[in-house]
């Protein structure tokens, strides 16, 4: 549509775009969106011809959560009864919302509304008493980033989101759920088709168990993992579609990422040594990156109480850095059969992967000797 804006909000528009990254100004421009709403609103107007109301009322749902995500139901529903295709929707990070879309309209592009990220994120820099990017430390640089592209990765492509990256430098990135996602592939590949990939994966009896015992301190009341783990325990029908069962079949997962990347671009870093050797094997990750072994032995101590190693900086005195308390809980006890029942279902998928990746991560040794992880 060709329209021309005749109107006071234009003036606000072109203002927007002469701001600098400052804190103040992102403060205003999330004055001025409230103001160009109505903007907004007349434009609709002007370029639409039926207007439809969806009602919808406060005793129909639980909650004003629920609310919204009725809400957004009962319109896409009436928008697919009109035979009209939604392509992209941007919404602000609403779980239940972000969980219906993606199990219901997987061809929608879904994207997060920037807004929602600068309201949030605007106090919280004002805190640490920082006005301006440029005031950042490299500490609050690399936090920042991380935070803004956990929020909004599906409001833009990742090209125009990271840094650039000097020369001397390498940019890592690190989101567990791309391994098992259908679309990351081809996404990364039309990125940075020569990026390298590192992927850590380790026994996916242990993995499913780990991933349980996370949910399980969420969720007290979700039902116990033998429950989970079979769509039919009596007939010993294991249920594969259960995120936590499904994520450690890791052939499936790795068929995915050939498809685009050859293996000399990928490196696989095995969980249960990473324990164990720590710098053996991070010698082995700064090798696939071309760097020279400066992470060592000395580098590293082993943490009895939480059952991993911690990494500590040996020319200073600072405090060494271990894992979180989301880290080192104890697993709930597991009926052995079940264990003994996912080690036959994951043991051809397991021998496929050594065949696809080259390597022996011996996990059947753990099924001979039971668990050696009661941690997550």
């Not at 406060?58 to 629920?66: D, F, K, L, Q």
């Not at 592209?149 to 430098?169: R, W």
């Not at 679309?183 to 242990?206: C, E, Y």
């Not at 992967?353 to 668990?371: H, I, K, P, R």
């Amino acid at each position: 549509c060709n329209l021309q804006l005749n109107l006071p909000e234009r003036d606000i528009i072109d203002e927007q775009k002469s701001l600098r990254p400052t804190i103040a100004n992102m403060k205003r421009i999330i004055f001025i969106a409230h103001q160009t709403w109505n903007l907004i609103r007349q434009l609709m107007r002007t370029v639409t011809t039926r207007t439809t109301m969806i009602h919808l009322g406060s005793n129909e749902v639980p909650s004003s959560v629920h609310m919204e995500k009725e809400g957004l139901v009962r319109c896409v529903r009436f928008l697919e009864s009109e035979n009209l295709v939604m392509k992209t929707i941007r919404t602000d990070r609403h779980t239940q919302i972000n969980k219906w879309l993606r199990e219901n309209q997987e061809h929608v592009d879904h994207r997060f509304d920037v807004w929602h990220l600068a309201k949030n994120s605007v106090p919280a820099l004002k805190l640490k008493g920082v006005s301006h990017v440029s005031e950042m430390s490299p500490s609050q640089q690399t936090y920042g980033v991380e935070v803004y592209h956990s929020i909004v990765n599906q409001f833009a492509p990742k090209i125009d989101l990271m840094p650039s990256t000097l020369e001397g430098q390498i940019t890592m990135e690190k989101t567990p759920s791309y391994f098992v996602t259908n679309h990351a592939p081809k996404r990364i590949h039309t990125m940075a088709r020569d990026i390298k990939l590192i992927i850590v994966v380790r026994n996916p009896v242990t993995r499913a168990i780990s991933d349980y015992t996370q949910t399980l301190s969420k969720k007290p009341e979700i039902n116990t993992f033998e429950v989970l783990a079979f769509k039919n325990r009596t007939l010993g029908l294991i249920d594969a579609s259960w995120s936590a069962l499904r994520i450690g079949i890791y052939a499936l997962h790795l068929e995915s990422w050939m498809q685009y990347f050859p293996l000399s671009q990928m490196h696989f870093v095995s969980g249960e040594r990473l324990i164990v050797d720590p710098a053996g094997e991070m010698g082995k990750v700064q090798d696939f990156l071309g760097l020279k072994r400066i992470v060592t032995d000395k580098h590293f101590y082993f943490n009895k109480t939480k059952g991993f190693p911690c990494l500590k900086k040996p020319e200073d005195s600072s405090t060494p850095r271990c894992l979180g308390k989301s880290k080192g809980r104890t697993h709930p006890k597991i009926d052995p059969d079940v264990i003994r029942r996912l080690h036959k279902f994951y043991k051809p998928f397991n021998m496929m992967f050594y065949q696809m990746t080259g390597q022996n991560f011996e996990w059947e040794l753990e099924e001979d000797s039971g668990s050696r992880s009661s941690q997550d």
